[in-house]
């Protein structure tokens, strides 16, 4: 994150933090994007996070996990986690290895999951899970 | 290379003219171009041959006369030590001297009344009542055991296990089939030497187009590694679903070498015999699993918090197997199979 391309970008928008990831990260990277991204959380008082994996081929049990950890460490910061863009062939893959459940809420794309905090914000729905 | 023998007396002759040695410094060009056969192109040694003719009279002309080897072994304070280009070549032609003795005298006799006198597989066949294809199924495998002894004479070693000259054999002459018997991928994980020395003896042939050995020490091979699976499948004609479950899998037994052994490596490689498939074998050799009945239970890694991930991966391939044996590794082979292509 420092130099070369950004593997990840953190944006802020309001009470909102966008997360992309942009490439394959190994696990160094993800722990280091979990950490940053926790770390922002708290900085900016976010409410809500949107983690998009769009780009990413495989989330395999250590990724799986991380996103999971991110959710959990946001929710006990006050903040709603959204992981949008997860491909539906890694879906698949997710629920054999038996990580089927991440612990946050999720949505097809960015703009479906910046629509459900939204909702949330206004009391549409209920916390995720 | 009988071809060439003509052709090196001339290079020769014009150098040293009628010289005593000039005959020898053409035998042992042909004897290093004869070691040197199978890592040099086809179209390549005539001009290998020409190149160490020259270095050869030079080296000679520099140290005076033809004893200089013999000198050189008994420490002459008057040999120029700053040759250090003589020094190499005098070990390399020692050792070719002494991997061509490591043979069997038929062995030898056979591979150089073919390579130096030019006698045909077929003569040589009819000699002892042979066939034409068995002269050169021997003179392939002599060929590969003089690539072996050559290199384990050049560093002037003898191997540390029993294992290792079958081992170094099978890679020295291509044989999967031997090396599969042979576990020689575990064997190279485990033998320094053999790690070493299977570096020259793989790197003559062709790459292959359907196998790719990533090595495995950090996170970042983690993901080298299934991405080279996704890569070899997609090149292979094999799309879909079953990519990224195949990529899932690789990470996951990839993850283990990284978490739980010091190093290991994963080996990737088509398969189209029962049917189109991807065989992925991650050996290491680390501390082994003591119990890998309870190591394949869902919900045994999560409650030993060691996350084998062993469970998950076997749902995501079609085959799936594994041994481990306590200080020694583990090795994880499973396949998937690919039954629509494109
Ligand atoms: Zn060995």
Same mark, same amino acid.
């Given at each position: 994150m420092s130099t070369g391309p950004a593997l990840v970008s953190i944006l802020r928008q309001g009470d909102t933090l966008v997360a992309s990831i942009h490439t394959a990260l190994d696990d160094s990277e993800m722990i280091r994007f979990q950490n940053d991204l926790v770390h922002q959380i708290g900085e900016h008082r976010a409410r809500g996070v949107i983690i998009d994996v769009?780009?990413?081929d495989v989330l395999d049990s250590f990724g799986s996990r991380t996103l999971r950890t991110i959710a959990d460490m946001a929710r006990l910061r006050g903040a709603t986690t959204v992981i949008v863009g997860i491909q539906p062939d890694v879906a698949y893959a997710m629920v054999q290895l038996g990580m089927?459940?991440?612990?946050a809420h999720t949505a097809l794309d960015l703009e479906e999951g910046l629509a459900y905090l939204s909702s949330m914000r206004n009391g549409r729905h209920k916390a995720a899970p | 290379m009988a071809a060439l023998i003509p052709m090196l007396r001339r290079i020769v002759g014009a150098r040293v003219?009628?010289?005593?040695a000039a005959e020898d410094l053409v035998q042992e060009t042909l004897a290093r171009v004869l070691a040197a056969k199978d890592r040099i192109e086809p179209g390549m040694i005539e001009p290998y041959a020409i190149t160490t003719v020259r270095n050869l009279v030079a080296t000679m002309w520099r140290s005076g006369d033809r004893e200089q080897r013999n000198r050189h072994r008994l420490h002459?304070?008057?040999?120029? &030590?700053?040759i250090e280009e003589s020094v190499v070549a005098t070990e390399e032609q020692s050792a070719i001297t002494e991997a061509l003795g490591r043979l069997t005298e038929r062995e030898r006799e056979v591979l150089l009344a073919h390579e130096?006198?030019? &006698?045909d597989t077929r003569s040589l066949a009819d000699e002892t009542g042979s066939t034409a294809g068995a002269v050169a199924a021997q003179l392939k495998r002599t060929r590969a055991r003089l690539r072996v002894e050559y290199l384990l004479a050049l560093e002037k070693v003898e191997p540390p296990t029993d294992r290792c000259r079958p081992v170094l054999l099978a890679l020295s002459s291509a044989d999967r089939r031997r090396q599969r018997e042979l576990d020689a991928p575990r064997h190279l994980l485990e033998c320094d030497l053999c790690a070493r020395l299977s570096a020259p003896l793989l790197g003559r042939?062709?790459? &292959?187009?359907?196998e790719v050995h990533v090595p495995i020490t950090s996170d970042p091979d983690i993901v080298a590694a299934r991405q080279a699976a996704r890569e070899l499948a997609v090149r292979a004609g094999f799309s879909g679903t079953d990519l990224t479950l195949l990529a899932t899998a690789v990470s996951e037994v990839a993850r283990n070498i990284v978490k739980f052994a010091t190093s290991g490596d994963v080996t990737i490689e088509l398969l189209d015999?029962?049917?189109?498939g991807i065989r992925v074998v991650a050996r290491d050799t680390g501390?082994?699993?003591?119990d890998v009945g309870r190591a394949l239970e869902d919900g045994f890694s999560t409650a030993e918090g060691l996350g084998l991930g062993l469970p998950g991966a076997r749902r995501l391939m079609d085959e799936f197997s594994i041994v481990s044996e306590q200080g020694r590794g583990t090795t994880v082979s499973m396949t998937k199979w690919f039954d629509k292509k494109g």
């Open positions: 769009a780009a990413l089927g459940r991440v612990g | 003219g009628q010289h005593p002459d304070p008057n040999e120029p &030590r700053d130096v006198s030019g &006698r042939g062709p790459t &292959r187009e359907d015999q029962p049917q189109p501390p082994g699993i003591p």
